[in-house]
């Protein structure tokens, strides 16, 4: 049987490790060729490598997306050397917790640089593709998938900024989805509880010892590729608008 995905190009941001290193994994089993977003080239590579070994195409783009030339750049050599776009995982992301008193204030720069600004400049670039695929690509029917979290839909006490920058995409997203539908461009929202990666690691060793046991169960990075992977393979007439997805055991 024809993968799902076989004539469809995909791009990952953040694609260097966890969720998403696993997604464009996921994305090229089904046949998707992917371009691969991130500033770690070595890690990227390695994954391009795995990939063509299981016989999938894959594009390395270094690439910092908080850098809007950059960003738009991955997404236009995407489009010129994959020669399309039918599905964008807007999935890097940092999380920099702690109390917002006395936080410093780079940290906060950072979060609404890459999580706010950094998404909102491969969404700009993307759009122009994404409907072009779905209005003559294979599936006719196009992806953006924009990764938030569970502190998209809760704030709690010590993530005030990092729950601000996922409200605000889950605003945004489901604002574009609604311009979206009669063009086919799905736009959908995954809201991941703990996930077994390197986000927290970016955290002061203060904030970190603070933060130990916290999370207690986790999913592994692949559990969320796979929700992903399910979203961008549904049928033309069916969009996944949004998925929450915790560990059995993560309560809040
Ligand atoms: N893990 C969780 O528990 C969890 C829960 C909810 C939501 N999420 C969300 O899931 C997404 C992926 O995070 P993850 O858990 O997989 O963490 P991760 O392993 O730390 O991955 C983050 C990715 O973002 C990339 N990145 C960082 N800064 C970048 C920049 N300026 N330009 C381009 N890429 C950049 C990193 O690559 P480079 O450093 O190589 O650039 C890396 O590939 C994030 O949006 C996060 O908020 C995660």
Redesign the pocket.
Known sequence: MKPVLEGTVALV??????????TATALAERGAAVAL?????D??ETLAADIRGQGGTALVLE?????QA??TAAVEQTVAELGRLDTLI??????LLGPVAGAPLTEWQ?MV???VL?LLYCAHAALPHLISAAEGGPRQVADMVN??????RAARNGNGV?SL??FG?GAFSESLRQEMTKRYVRVSL?????????????NRPEVLEAIRGQ?GQ??E?ED?ADAIAYIVTRPRHVAVNEMLIRPTEQER
């Open positions: 941001t953040g694609a260097s490790s966890g969720i998403g290193a696993a977003a991130a500033r770690r080239q890690r990227l690439s910092d997306v908080t850098d950059q960003a807007n999935n890097a992301g940092v999380m950072r640089d890459l999580n950094g990764i938030s979290s569970v502190a998209g990092y920058t996922k995409v995954v809201e991941p509880g703990a996930t077994a990666t390197e986000l927290a690691t970016h999370f986790r999913m990075a969320i």
